[in-house]
């Protein structure tokens, strides 16, 4: 479970989250919808400690995500995969290492043979051939690179997935494609999955609940087909959106 | 920036570094720099020579040019000059890099799956950096006196006498003195450049505005740090009376 709890965070004089509540059952899929800038990736990041908030509290799993203490941000962190906005993959190295760094960086010993396994298993689950394994990712697409990026999120067998904008700039197809990847983590895997966008569709698609965030509060917190009937000004907005 | 050299210290001397991957980086930014440094260092020479073969004619110390000329490159602009380059191709590079990696959240990516980055990336590339900045101010150093010894014939300079004369005018202590300089050097580009990038934040711009940063504090560092060594060892010479020929 994933408690969020009366979480304040400013840039500067510029509150982005502002006193926002919010608790994720164990397999969920939340869809976190908002306009550009409202929070949605900072809210992200602080779930995983990579930005620490000014008040509130977070935990995930159980463990309070503190960034001043590594040794439970390690824990908080071995229990959860995030798929960045734009994939951030290591591009020095191959999609293979890629995929098993974090198994690697976490001491886990692996014969080469079933290290390979199990990276090929994790690139058949996104839906790539073997055949990118050996490239680089600034040799691969934009919707590649993505896929990748879930792989190698996959392959630490994360309790908690976490997108960031995960259709952000793909074409409807890869869009279709990604939506499918998310309900099979989501309902085989039963991966709790938290997916911060700005595309409805998918969110109507793919969510079991959706989170609206305006001025870095949360106005709207229910199922999908109750978003459809919200009153809420900014779910009307993005209902026009269809 | 000097918590973080600080950090690197730690971290090296727990033995996290990654010797196979400081090879590789030794590669990319060491033997790729090599050409650059020894074209540089042999104009270097030249240029040592030639201005001070004008100085010297004007006494009719022609002949002491060797051991002048290599004595100065040696003490002072051979390791300035050659860790100029260096902070411009090796330093940029690193500092360009490491922020790119930072800015498209490529470093988080590593926090998140389990390591810590600077142990993962930045320890070899400062390793990577110290190394080959030293061996490449060797090099140059080296190069330097080879392109004195050249151009002294087009000055009408007997190269044998040129290089007779350098043993009589360079002492054990300007070659320590080079050597500590080139190390010390080599460091400051490493921590600088490491550190810059490590930093950079605000997409394109904020990796511009690091390695201008970088290369600005190189400069400026390289310079202090030049004066405050070459005055101890100058004020230890003096007070221990070695190093004079």
Redesign the interface.
């Known amino acids: 479970m994933i408690q969020i709890e009366k979480v304040t965070k400013s840039f500067n004089e510029r509150k982005v989250l502002d006193n926002v509540s919010l608790s994720i059952e164990k397999g969920e899929c939340v869809f976190i919808l908002g306009k550009s800038g409202v929070g949605k990736s900072v809210l992200l990041?602080a779930i995983?400690g990579?930005i620490e908030i000014d008040c509130g509290s977070i935990t995930v799993g159980g463990l309070k995500v503190d960034p001043t203490s590594q040794e439970t941000l390690?824990q908080v962190?071995?229990g959860?995969?995030?798929v960045?906005q734009?994939s951030?993959?290591?591009?020095s190295v191959n999609v293979f290492e890629n995929i098993c760094?974090?198994l690697r960086?976490?001491g886990l010993k692996f014969s080469e043979e079933n290290l390979s396994r199990l990276v090929k298993d994790k690139l058949a689950i996104t839906g790539l051939s073997e055949a990118v394994l050996e490239r680089y990712p600034t040799e691969l697409s934009f919707g590649a690179q993505k896929r990748v990026s879930i792989a190698?999120a996959l392959a630490?067998e994360p309790n908690y997935l976490l997108f960031d904008e995960p259709t952000t700039g793909m074409d409807p197809i890869a869009i279709q494609g990604i939506n499918r990847l998310i309900i099979e983590l989501s309902t085989q895997l039963k991966v709790t999955t938290v997916v911060v966008s700005h595309d409805i569709k998918s969110a109507l698609e793919v969510g079991k609940r959706i989170v609206l965030l305006e001025h870095g509060r949360v106005v709207f917190d229910d199922k999908p087909e109750n978003f459809k009937n919200s009153t809420v000004p900014l779910a009307r907005e993005f209902q026009l959106g269809l | 920036m000097i918590l973080f050299a600080c950090r690197c210290l730690k971290l090296s001397c727990q033995g996290k570094t990654n010797w196979h991957a400081v090879l590789e980086q030794i590669f990319q930014v060491g033997v790729k720099s090599l050409g650059m440094t020894v074209t540089a260092g042999l104009f270097v020479g030249a240029i040592m020579a030639l201005q001070i073969d004008v100085q010297l004619k004007d006494f009719g110390a022609e002949a002491f040019l060797g051991g002048l000329s290599t004595s100065t490159t040696l003490r002072n602009v051979g390791p300035v000059l050659i860790a100029f380059l260096l902070s411009g191709k090796v330093g940029a590079y690193t500092s360009a890099e490491l922020g790119t990696m930072e800015v498209t959240e490529q470093l988080n990516a590593i926090r998140l799956l389990g390591a810590d980055p600077v142990e993962y990336i930045i320890l070899p590339r400062a390793w990577a950096v110290v190394i080959s900045s030293f061996l490449l101010l060797i090099v140059g150093l080296m190069v330097t006196i080879l392109g004195g010894v050249v151009f002294s014939q087009f000055i009408g300079v007997n190269p044998l006498s040129y290089i007779q004369n350098i043993p009589r005018i360079v002492t054990g202590w300007s070659l320590g003195l080079s050597i500590i300089k080139s190390f010390i050097f080599g460091l400051l580009i490493a921590i600088v450049s490491c550190y810059k990038g490590y930093k950079a934040h605000g997409g394109a711009v904020g990796v511009g505005v690091a390695v201008q940063s970088c290369a600005v504090t190189n400069l400026i560092l390289i310079i202090f740090v030049d004066f405050f060594l070459s005055m101890l060892s100058s004020l230890l010479q003096d007070v221990l009376q070695v190093g004079y020929f």
Not at chain 1, 88 to 91: H, R, V
């Open positions: 990041k995983v990579l390690s962190r071995k959860c995969g995030l960045f734009f951030a993959l290591l591009d760094f974090g960086a976490r190698r630490v």
